[in-house]
Every structure is written in structure tokens, then in C-alpha cells.
């Protein structure tokens, strides 16, 4: 029992939380504070959107705690996801 405890450490919440909270600011100031051309702000923004979703995923929902299998379970939907945002995207103008 004391194993599993071992392995299974309690994630540190409040550094996530506030690396969120970072990354939200940081993306209002990409936003608002700079003048980029808007191909350039999609980009910083996507980016700083998927590091926050790897966040959450990986110490929110504990994946960084499970199998590989659970991993592989929870990563399979996402190529169908950026084919469906591809496909959106394609439909406007840059």
C-alpha cells in the first residue's frame, strides 16, 4: 500500500493553477498588447492553448499518473479534432 502512495504523489495543484493563470494573462497581453500580423497571434495562441491543455490533462485528470494504455486511450480523438478544425479553418479567409 505505501508503494502505490509512493508512486502516486499528490500533484503540486497551486504551481498548475498559477502556470494557468500565467498562460491566461499571457495570452490576453499576445491579444492585446502586441500589434502582430493575425497569422502570427493564431500561432502564439495555439500554442499557449495546447500547453494548457496538456496541463490539465496531464495533473488535473492524472494522466501523468497512468498507464500508458489510459494515455493512448485519452490521445486517440485528437487527430480526428485537428482534422475537424483543418476542415473549419480551410473555410475562411486569411
Known sequence: MSDAKAKHAHPPYMFIWGMLTVLTFAELFTVFGFHMSKRLVIVILLFMAIWKALLVALYFMHLRF?????????????????????????????
Open 66 to 94: 497512468e498507464t500508458n494504455r489510459l494515455r493512448l486511450l485519452a490521445v486517440a480523438p485528437l487527430p480526428l479534432a485537428v482534422i475537424m478544425i483543418m476542415a473549419v479553418i480551410t473555410e475562411f479567409r486569411w
